[in-house]
């Protein structure tokens, strides 16, 4: 579920995250999820500071990415991973996808300088999307999305975060550049919107997410803007009574409430979750709650039977020029 180097000063991708989180084990049930599930699933990973989290429905467990080595991992719900993916598909992985309907899972790969195969030919120039069989780990597509056709006049990308429409697209947000990319289920890139609004000097695009009422809804890390974006490439901004600076992962629940993680790691944001609703087809929203996140460095949530949980990976420690392979899922 992040754009500078980290030796300057943001990881980015808002792609988030000095304090550690506390590790709380143990299982606690919770009303409305019943028993069974922890409120704290933490582990330890050699892929260290997972930056994107899914649920797999098939597997019930979630799925992570890494920001050092790229690969990506099962973690059930007592914290131990193991890795699915062995042969990552880029120097960092961010947004992960888990589409069951089609047997897929959807990552963005890019290099914002911090990956242990980071280079200067590949840094904030690797930017695409790798789809999985979601059963075998077996590579179906890699879709390059930093190519001269899609951005013709160059600079610096790193694709972030994706959502799935009902037809299997893909959309895609580069917190570095000015487009949001539209991928079909054969693979093939397009550029769904480019816009000077989309565009930043830091981190840009971040989260994004799709309404089966047919649009998208995607925010901007540095400004807190959020946008409604249809498929034709219009772009309008949500109405919010205040901007959700720092925005990282979105979530859309069933009963059309966006669930929202901001952080503090390259924007003068606040860490927390808040939960918004529209009565409009979200040309406005307004905000039902919003919990200050008491975690270090939440940067997206996966929606699951079990309850939203948000996750950290110790991203936070990574900017700060130290060393973990702790990673925490909050339920929310």
């Known amino acids: 579920m992040m754009f500078r180097r980290i030796a300057t000063v943001v990881a980015v991708l808002a792609s988030a995250f000095a304090v550690p989180a506390p590790a709380v084990a143990g299982v606690v049930g919770v009303t409305g999820y019943g028993s069974g599930w922890p409120d704290v699933v933490s582990g330890v990973t050699a892929d260290r500071y997972p930056e994107g989290v899914t649920w797999d429905p098939t597997r019930q467990t979630f799925l992570v990415g890494s920001i050092a080595t790229g690969r990506i991992d099962v973690v059930d719900r007592a914290g131990h991973p193991r ?35 980071s280079s200067p030919a590949t840094a904030f120039n690797q930017s695409g999307v790798a789809i999985y069989n979601l059963r075998t780990g077996r590579l179906q597509h890699r879709v390059d999305l930093n190519t001269a056709a899609l951005n013709p006049a160059g600079g610096r990308h790193g ?75 219009g772009i309008t901004e949500v109405r919010l009574a ?17 669930i929202a993680v901001t952080n503090k790691l390259g924007a003068a944001g606040n860490e927390a979750v808040t939960v918004l609703r529209s009565t409009d087809g979200y040309r406005s929203a307004d905000v039902i709650t919003s919990k200050a996140w008491p975690f270090a460095g939440p940067t997206t949530m996966t929606l699951t039977p079990h309850g939203p949980y948000v996750l950290s990976g110790r991203i936070d420690v990574l900017l700060a020029g ?7 899922l909050h339920r929310f």
């Open 322 to 328: 130290r060393n973990s392979n702790e990673f925490e």
């Open 159 to 233: 694709a972030n975060d994706l959502a799935i429409d009902g037809a299997g697209n893909a959309y895609v947000t580069d917190p570095a550049g000015d487009a949001i990319y539209r991928i079909t289920p054969a693979g093939r890139a397009s550029v769904l919107v480019r816009d000077p609004r989309l565009q930043s000097a830091t981190i840009g695009m971040n989260g994004i997410v799709w309404d089966p009422a047919g649009y998208l809804l995607a925010v901007r890390y540095d400004s807190g803007t959020l946008y409604r974006i249809s498929l034709r490439g």
């Open 242 to 258: 205040r901007p959700l600076v720092g925005g990282d992962g979105l979530a859309f629940t069933a009963d059309r409430k966006l």
């Open 83 to 117: 890795t699915f993916i062995e042969q990552a598909p880029g120097v960092s992985t961010f947004g992960l996808h888990v589409d069951a309907r089609r047997n897929r899972l959807l990552v963005t790969y890019a290099d914002i300088g911090n990956g242990e195969r």
